[in-house]
């Protein structure tokens, strides 16, 4: 039976105050204001929005950059002075708007609003010097700033609240950044990125998961018992080289001496490089008895303190299910291995990894030292599934007699499919 709805109802109006929100969520914040045409009752909807996405949207096109970042400061301004009700989220995404007296009115604002998660990324330039009110913002779960300049005052005492902290192209006192961190003593998550020559020490009790991506110095986990997921990136300068060249101390016990919830590591460029500073092939001091999955890029196989890098983490992951490694190593100095009776005299040979299943192999040369390394894996892997192969794209004559040799490995595991995949170019 068809019903007919009475004229005049206006349905969307009456709907609960958490719906229109969602509704509103949905829209450029610029659209967002223009529904206050819609009828009286819509006329100050947006103003009690607690989510505000701020980004280039909300200023009409216009080929003049400086009219752009007038009309955008006016329109935040403008939305912030009506804005009745708490602010929970407050995102600031643009290239137009730079260090301004108007950011940091708006920070002033929020402070007072009890935000809870902010981020700004403001334009390429001069970089955003954030005000002290910054840290009045005491509710803060999340923060993310990109291309800010932080100095925290001597009064400031932390985030208590603060959970997420991604910091991108920040510049901070090496000894401000280790007490911002230990001072949220709720924090989980921490991303880093783009820092240069810093030598950090971590202590956060709570940390989950850990990004960091910049030229390191020093990196020393010292109170991070709860971390599950890491990824590293290190990109090294000359000075840096010769830093790791002249340390003494093992890298790999204060790296990853204290993580033994640790789940998942993946480790970039230079990674290995970095772990083999002082490293050797000895038991650590803890199990990683979660770590399933390990992806190393960039592995040298012609640097026998890498691959000893390699075997003291697998070696002590006994439940360690996935595999994946990149190589960086040159096939024109295969005849030059050293060591190359590693394999046979000094290699562990009475371990097995029961629960490796997927083995993923990147960027293979050939070089002895790898083919020694994917035999070791094959012959003690009992319930292996799948041996991915892929050579480099600077293999090319020599990828027939590669596969001849890998087919030759006995194999642990009577399922264990070797897939050889040629690169793409």
Not at 5 to 24: A, C, H, K, T, W
Not at 185 to 194: A, C, D, F, G
Not at 349 to 374: A, N, Q, W, Y
Request: overall charge negative.
């Amino acid at each position: 039976m068809h019903t007919e709805l009475p004229l005049g109802e206006d349905y969307i109006s009456d709907l609960p105050q958490s719906i229109i929100e969602i509704i509103l969520t949905r829209l450029p914040l610029l659209d967002v204001v223009r529904t206050s045409i819609l009828s009286s009752k819509w006329r100050y909807k947006w103003a009690t929005l607690t989510q505000l996405e701020f980004d280039d949207k909300c200023v009409l096109g216009t080929h003049d950059r400086s009219l752009a970042e007038t009309n955008l400061a006016k329109f935040v301004t403008r939305f912030l002075l009506l804005h009745d009700g708490p602010i929970h989220r407050f995102t600031l995404s643009t290239a137009y708007l730079q260090s301004s007296p108007d950011v940091d009115q708006w920070l002033l604002f929020l402070s007072r609003k009890d935000v809870k998660e902010l981020v700004l990324e403001l334009g390429e330039g001069e970089w955003f010097r954030a005000p002290s009110c910054l840290y009045l913002c005491k509710k803060l779960v999340r923060l993310e700033l990109v291309r800010c300049e932080l100095d925290p005052p001597l009064s400031f005492k932390g985030f208590l609240y603060l959970k997420h902290l991604n910091l991108q192209q920040v510049i901070i006192a090496p000894d401000a950044i280790e007490n911002l961190i230990s001072s949220c003593p709720l924090l989980e998550s921490l991303t880093l990125s783009y820092f240069d020559s810093l030598e950090l020490t971590i202590r956060a009790p709570n940390l989950k998961y850990l990004i960091l991506e910049g030229e390191f110095k020093d990196i020393c986990l010292e109170n991070t018992p709860m971390l599950v997921a890491l990824s590293v990136a290190m990109y090294m300068t000359d000075d840096i080289a010769e830093h790791f060249g002249q340390s003494s101390s093992c890298n790999f016990d204060k790296f990853l001496g204290a993580v033994p919830s640790l789940q998942r590591l993946i480790g970039h460029i230079y990674f290995t490089k970095y772990m083999s500073i002082g490293n050797t092939l000895t038991k650590t001091q803890i199990t990683y008895r979660q770590l399933k999955v390990i992806e190393l890029y960039q592995v040298s196989f012609e640097d026998m303190k890498e691959i000893m890098v390699v075997l003291r983490l697998i070696l002590n992951a006994p439940n360690l299910q996935e595999l994946q490694i990149s190589g960086s190593s040159n096939s024109s100095s295969a005849t030059e291995a050293s060591d190359l009776d590693f394999w046979e005299n000094e290699c562990p040979r009475d371990c097995t990894f029961e629960r490796l299943k997927i083995v993923k192999m990147t960027d293979m040369s050939g070089v002895p030292h790898e083919m020694g390394f994917i035999e070791f894996l094959l012959g003690n892997s009992p319930v292996l599934e799948i041996m991915s192969i892929t050579p480099s794209v600077y293999v090319t004559d020599g990828s027939i007699n590669l596969l001849i040799e890998l087919l030759k490995f006995k194999r642990a595991s009577a399922e264990a499919k070797i897939l050889f995949v040629p690169e793409q170019v």
